[in-house]
T-cell receptor, first 110, second 112 residues
Framework: GIQVEQSPPDLILQEGANSTLRCNFS?????LQWFHQNPWGQLINLFY???GTKQNGRLSATTVATERYSLLYISSSQTTDSGVYFC????????????FGTGTRLLVSP | NAGVTQTPKFQVLKTGQSMTLQCAQD?????MSWYRQDPGMGLRLIHY???????DQGEVPNGYNVSRSTTEDFPLRLLSAAPSQTSVYFC???????????FGPGTRLTVT
């Protein structure tokens, strides 16, 4: 099956710093989503981005489908950005059977 | 909208006991899924449903049953709990015309 690798596994930032998280996948995909799992365990959908670029406030994401990677940018990080960021992909059309990466754990210190 | 709700939030079972994890959504989504999350890992798909009366297996279905009698509800049954089923369980839903998955708050299950 498709493999999803995320890097770095852990990241520590000072508040206000910028960061880039990477997701590599081993085959072509029809669906790619980024999620944030906050310290209380809640999973929040950040982006649906199988290709192209999207921005939402301080977060933006770019997927280069032909090269099989996606990047999540966090600018001017805040302590509330702490948590685990997951990339998830699916190759199917119709219902998506998402395959998750193991995540990047981000800690933003004040 | 309450979104996706799950009950209970926490549960402790003894080996061999059975139980049902409840999941409901009020967004009229066709697609619903169950995942488990183990420490240091991403989520793995257990079972999913593409509509009322239709379910199928995901990556790790053994030891679990599901049914979908209504659009709103998608319960997950543990038939005979084992310590290997200690995990956090998430339910998710997706609309027919949207690819974004929305997750419930999770159920933390411990099997002793």
């Amino acid at each position: 099956g498709i493999q999803v690798e995320q890097s770095p596994p852990d990241l520590i930032l000072q508040e206000g710093a910028n960061s880039t998280l990477r997701c590599n996948f081993s085959d072509s995909v029809n669906n790619l989503q980024w999620f944030h799992q906050n310290p209380w365990g809640q999973l929040i959908n950040l982006f649906y981005i199988p290709s192209g670029t999207k921005q939402n406030g301080r977060l933006s994401a770019t997927t280069v489908a032909t090269e099989r990677y996606s990047l999540l940018y966090i600018s001017s990080s805040q302590t509330t950005d702490s948590g685990v960021y997951f990339c998830a992909v699916d190759q199917n059309t119709g219902f998506q059977k998402l395959v998750f990466g193991t995540g990047t754990r981000l800690l933003v210190s004040p | 909208n309450a979104g996706v709700t799950q009950t209970p939030k926490f549960q402790v079972l003894k080996t061999g006991q059975s139980m049902t994890l409840q999941c409901a959504q009020d967004m009229n989504h066709e697609y619903m899924s169950w995942y488990r999350q183990d420490p240091g890992m991403g989520l793995r798909l257990i079972h999913y449903s593409v509509g009322a009366g239709i379910t199928d297996q995901g990556e790790v279905p053994n030891g679990y049953n599901v049914s979908r009698s209504t659009t709103e509800d998608f319960p997950l049954r543990l038939l005979s709990a084992a310590p290997s089923q200690t995990s956090v369980y998430f339910c998710a839903s997706t609309g027919s015309y949207s690819y974004e998955q929305y997750f419930g708050p999770g159920t933390r299950l411990t099997v002793t």
